[in-house]
T-cell receptor, first 112, second 118 residues
Framework: QKEVEQDPGPLSVPEGAIVSLNCTYS??????FMWYRQYSRKGPELLMY????GNKEDGRFTAQVDKSSKYISLFIRDSQPSDSATYLC????????????FGGGTRLMVKP | GAVVSQHPSWVICKSGTSVKIECRSL??????MFWYRQFPKQSLMLMAT?????????EQGVEKDKFLINHASLTLSTLTVTSAHPEDSSFYIC??????????????FGPGTRLTVL
């Protein structure tokens, strides 16, 4: 079993829809949680960075962390075709030398 | 803030030659830099971690004599693929992390370098 599981998709939604992307993990020591967006043939771009449990909102994006369930989510409101990309969740412990453990990525397609 | 650049963005070389890829943190000091490899439609695979002024720590299965990493300053790390072969063709991405407790205390990625070995 992988440490971080993420549905690879593809997830296809119409423009304007609310998108929910999720990751589950097995290591209860993970404390820091990140979401990256990666366009084709580009490097990942940091979208959200949260510590421990709770919600964080930034524009159309909301990140949720539920440590009791070992489950994190990224919500995208009013999705746009430009949101079409692969979304990677990543996480780390306090003392992992700052190495990140990545999910496999979910490919999102937002259709006009 | 927290911009990481890579150069070149795309390189084509002949089998047997060596290729150097540069990774720079443009607006912060990177205490740690990471090098990843990514095959099409796959997630990132960590190759090595380097701290400024120290030898890189390589992941299991990554040949340190083939993938030479130098982290000579707080803003520059280089990856040299020595005696490249077609199977080394891949997308190489670096990331940089700033000081603990600062806003750069996470990994910021470069745009990637596409290597094609003929």
């Amino acid at each position: 079993q992988k440490e971080v599981e993420q549905d690879p998709g593809p997830l296809s939604v119409p423009e304007g829809a609310i998108v929910s992307l999720n990751c589950t993990y097995s290591n209860s020591a993970f404390q820091y949680f990140m979401w990256y967006r990666q366009y084709s043939r580009k490097g990942p771009e940091l979208l959200m960075y949260t510590y421990s449990s709770g919600n964080k909102e930034d524009g159309r994006f909301t990140a949720q962390v539920d440590k009791s369930s070992k489950y994190i989510s990224l919500f995208i409101r009013d999705s746009q075709p430009s949101d079409s990309a692969t979304y990677l969740c990543a996480m780390r412990t306090n003392n992992a030398g700052n190495m990140l453990t990545f999910g496999g990525g979910t490919r999102l397609m937002v259709k006009p | 803030g927290a911009v990481v650049s890579q150069h070149p963005s795309w390189v084509i070389c002949k089998s047997g030659t060596s290729v150097k890829i540069e990774c720079r943190s443009l607006d912060f000091q990177a205490t740690t830099m990471f090098w990843y490899r990514q095959f099409p439609k796959q997630s990132l695979m960590l190759m090595a971690t380097s701290n400024e002024g120290s030898k890189a720590t390589y992941e299991q299965g990554v040949e340190k004599d083939k993938f030479l990493i130098n982290h000579a300053s707080l803003t520059l790390s280089t990856l040299t693929v020595t005696s490249a072969h077609p199977e080394d063709s891949s997308f190489y991405i670096c990331s940089a992390r700033g000081s603990s407790g600062s806003f750069t205390d996470t990994q910021y990625f470069g745009p990637g370098t596409r290597l094609t070995v003929l």
